[in-house]
């Protein structure tokens, strides 16, 4: 059974800096593709960033490009996001995925964690 752990998320003030992080387990092959999306209460979940495994090809959400960063370590099968000049309009649930097919920023991807609040405050 594959399981998708997120992990990182807490409370800062506008303009600090939160890592997430993913780990799957339960997976036969390395991940080929791994995302962060996010949901805020009332919204939908979007695309907040997505990479490659086998490139590092990264993809970012016009909103946090320049202020997060999102990386993978193969051996670990784990993947992070640097969340840096953080926003109140940051403020969601955010969730990580993972899956064989690139599925970019489109919510598609086949494995989810339960997700890991953070929150902004002005």
């Known amino acids: 059974q594959v399981q998708v752990v997120e992990s990182g998320g807490g409370s800062v003030q506008a303009g600090g800096s939160l890592r997430l992080s993913c780990t799957v387990s339960?997976?036969?092959?390395?991940?080929?593709?791994w995302a962060w999306f996010r949901q805020a209460p009332g919204k939908e979940r979007e695309g907040v960033a997505s990479?490659?495994?086998?490139?590092?090809?990264?993809y970012y959400a016009d909103d946090v490009k320049g202020r997060f960063t999102i990386s993978q370590d193969g051996a670990e099968n784990t993947a992070y996001l640097q969340m840096n000049s953080l926003k109140p309009e940051d403020t969601a649930m955010y969730y990580c995925?993972?899956?064989?097919?690139?599925?970019?920023?489109?919510?598609?991807?086949?494995?989810w964690g339960q997700g890991t609040q953070v929150t902004v405050s002005s």
């Open positions: 995925a993972a899956d064989h097919v690139n599925w970019l920023l489109w919510p598609r991807y086949k494995y």
């Open positions: 990479i490659v495994t086998s490139t590092s090809i990264t």
């Open positions: 339960g997976y036969t092959f390395t991940t080929n593709y």
